[in-house]
């Protein structure tokens, strides 16, 4: 009870409030805006926060985060392009609805569902967490390594049909965080004599190139257009009512969520996926997805809001993220020296709860917002994507350059930039480099600190939980060959999409 | 049915032009890279093999080499995409942004972040096709707002320019610590 006043308490500030409040607010209007997402705007910020305090720094880009899937459901609706890439499933029934001229009904239930979604994952984030202070302290190094290798393994295994592009890019990223002064034997790695080599890439340099750089290119490269959202007119509020009537597909889909939530690799675009089907299979009008299903469109995005709560858990409770957003802002919480894991839950566990509460507040923010600044929002995705572009290429150097006025960092981060551009036009995911790079420097430390107990590679796994995690990776890897196996004599006929458009991942 | 059909669906991601060029970029590198294991890294006598400082490095760029490998397998039995040296031609053209980049941070310690981040927003909208008044205002105010945004309010750790020294006392204070 002293520690949730604590977080309470915490939250009360007003600096704190003031950087919920424009992370959650800016993280709408982003959302909403096709072209930017929640990983761009969350790059650019990361160096900018650096100077804030802990929580200040936090909550601002938990609320960015926490938020952006609001926003991006508006011209998933209005204009059929997903303003972040985890709403592509809005846009199949949302946008019928749009043309059926039901665009504010289609709205409110985004809505509504997103805050139901939201709201059901920080609950289960709440109620797990005394399991979580049980149960993270029996990961030592050899569990923390284990999970960090099924973590790349599972986001190498998610990219199907491009595994071999995924592998390449997560090794590239491991061997990106090798570069440098090793920090235990003192010899240089991979530096080509180059002094700027010899204190390593620095994971936020990279990460602004890959996401907010190249963003910025891929925009001033391609053809100038100006999307055409019309206003909305109607009680926002009347979807509530509506989602009342099919709580079971809410609560069911943002369950998936929360379950794949806390999965490395998987996240948004599987819960997405699996609840829709679900909520196909079990309505009783299966036919009207697709057409403007209402069921459709609340199984998509109250599972896409139940997982940044979910994806909270592995980060805070292992120091493992799950994927690029949480990887972020896993280096805001080194810069502060507030280190993720299971010592988290026993010396800051005030922290905890007030990025619990936190996270309660952005979603009543964002609500409340939205009700009454939807019509402004249509006029934002107007913006025309160029002069989105520059503004992108502008913020950057903010980011960049503030991190420690370094002008190598401008060129490494421009590499990176063209790197990121080339993977995105080829609809190559990013989000393997840059765990790649987090994951492999857990795994490198952790087996190393492992290392003085271990007789035999046999006592790598003679504790349970290393077993157990042991065994899941060996599982997944069986199932994957499972898959194959059966995918091959079936002989099925390739179907392309844009659905996994990379830009957000 | 709908347009969502199986599990697999969802997680397919398939060609696009240009694929083999990037293929055969990334097989090149990796195999680069991983004949400089013994030059660029270092093995420690007496050390375990995991505790090696080559150990991850060496991991890591066979694994890559190997991927890589596959990758251009799989892009090289394929079929071909037409558009390949169209799509390259529009990666290097990117080059041209990263130049404007570069040059903007390596302009902004010497005519400070004010006048450099206006000139830099205004000439590149300028240059992606935008000549309205009202578009390249629209930039110049976007720039305004952001150094005060970043600067002014945030006093995030950006460069003070070096023309700021030539500026009258009073306002050159001002400038240094604002702008």
């Given at each position: 009870m002293e520690n949730i006043l604590a977080g309470l308490e915490m939250l009360a500030r007003w600096d704190v409030f003031a950087a919920l409040l424009v992370g959650s607010i800016g993280g709408v209007i982003i959302g909403a805006?096709?072209?930017?997402?929640p990983a761009v705007a969350i790059a650019i910020m990361l160096p900018a926060t650096f100077g804030l305090e802990p929580m200040v720094g936090l909550t601002m880009l938990l609320g960015i985060y926490g938020s952006s899937m609001y926003g991006g459901a508006i011209p998933a609706v209005l204009?059929?392009?997903?303003?972040?890439?985890?709403n592509a499933l809005t846009s199949y029934d949302g946008y019928p609805m749009t043309e059926n001229g039901e665009a504010h009904r289609a709205v409110s239930l985004a809505y509504s569902a997103s805050f139901w979604g939201g709201i059901f994952g920080i609950g289960c984030l709440i109620l797990l967490s005394p399991v979580l202070a049980i149960?993270?302290?029996?990961?030592?190094s050899r569990e923390i390594f284990l999970a960090a290798l099924l973590g790349i393994i599972l986001v190498v295994l998610a990219h199907r049909g491009q595994i071999m592009a995924a592998g390449m890019l997560g090794m590239f990223g491991i061997f990106l965080q090798t570069i440098?002064?090793?920090?235990?034997?003192?010899t240089q790695r991979y530096?080509?004599?180059?002094?700027?080599l010899s204190s390593g890439v620095n994971l936020i340099v990279v990460v602004l190139g890959l996401f907010a750089i190249s963003q910025a290119f891929f925009l001033l490269t391609a053809p100038d257009s100006s999307p055409d959202a019309k206003p909305v007119s109607g009680k926002l509020g009347a979807g509530f009512k509506e989602l009342l009537k099919h709580k079971r597909v809410a609560t069911v889909a943002s369950a998936f969520g929360v379950v794949l939530g806390m999965?490395?690799?998987?996240?948004?675009f599987t819960a997405q996926f699996m609840s829709y089907t679900y909520a196909q299979k079990t309505?009783?009008?299966?036919?009207?997805f697709g057409k403007g299903s209402p069921e459709g469109l609340i199984a998509s995005e109250a599972a896409n809001n139940a997982v940044p709560a979910a994806a909270m858990i592995p980060l805070l409770?292992?120091?493992?993220?799950?994927?690029a957003l949480t990887a972020m802002m896993l280096s805001v919480f080194y810069v502060h020296n507030?280190?993720?894991?299971?010592q988290l839950f026993q010396n800051n566990i005030d922290l905890v709860y007030g990025l619990y509460f936190a996270l309660i507040a952005l979603n009543v923010i964002v609500l409340v917002f939205l009700l009454f600044s939807t019509n402004l929002l249509t006029k934002i995705i107007r913006i025309p994507t160029r002069f989105l572009g520059v503004m992108i290429l502008m913020l950057s150097f903010v980011g960049v350059y503030s991190l420690r006025n370094s002008l190598t960092d401008v060129i490494i981060s421009a590499v990176f930039g063209v790197l990121g551009l080339m993977l995105k036009r080829l609809n190559l995911p990013i989000v393997p480099i840059i765990l790649g790079m987090v994951l492999g420097g857990i795994m490198e430390t952790k087996l190393r600190s492992a290392l003085p107990r271990l007789?035999?590679?046999?006592d790598m796994i003679d504790r349970p939980i290393s077993f157990i995690i042991f065994v899941l990776i060996l599982l997944v890897i069986g199932l994957h060959i499972r898959t194959l196996v059966k995918e091959f004599k079936a002989h099925q006929p390739d179907e392309d999409h844009d659905l996994h458009d990379t830009q957000s991942r | 049915m709908t347009k969502t059909k199986t599990l697999k669906s969802l997680f397919k991601r398939y060609r696009r032009p240009g694929d083999i060029v990037f293929a055969w970029f990334c097989f090149l590198i990796s195999v680069f890279l991983l004949s400089q294991i013994a030059d660029q890294t270092a093995y420690k006598n007496g050390a375990k093999l995991f505790a090696q400082p080559r150990f991850w490095p060496a991991v890591s760029l066979s694994l890559m080499t190997a991927f890589a490998g596959f990758h251009l397998l799989g892009s090289a039995l394929s079929e071909r995409i037409e558009g390949r040296w169209r799509e390259v031609l529009l990666w290097a053209s990117s080059l041209e942004y990263a130049g404007w980049f570069m040059a903007y941070a390596f302009v902004v310690p010497y005519t400070g972040y004010l006048l450099t981040t206006i000139v830099f927003a205004v000439g590149l909208a300028f240059r992606v096709g935008y000549r309205s008044a009202q578009m390249l205002l629209a930039a110049g105010g976007s720039a305004l707002f952001t150094v005060l945004l970043?600067?002014?309010?945030?006093?995030?750790?950006l460069p003070t320019g070096l023309?700021?020294?030539?500026?009258p006392e009073g306002l050159r204070s001002i400038m240094l610590t604002y702008f």
């Open positions: 805006i096709p072209g930017v997402g204009i059929n392009t997903p303003g972040t890439a985890v149960v993270a302290p029996m990961f030592g440098g002064l090793d920090a235990v034997t003192y530096t080509f004599d180059q002094t700027f999965i490395p690799g998987t996240g948004e309505s009783k009008d299966p036919d009207s409770a292992l120091g493992i993220p799950g994927e507030v280190i993720p894991g299971p007789n035999s590679p046999f | 970043f600067k002014t309010l945030l006093k995030v750790n023309m700021y020294e030539r500026l």
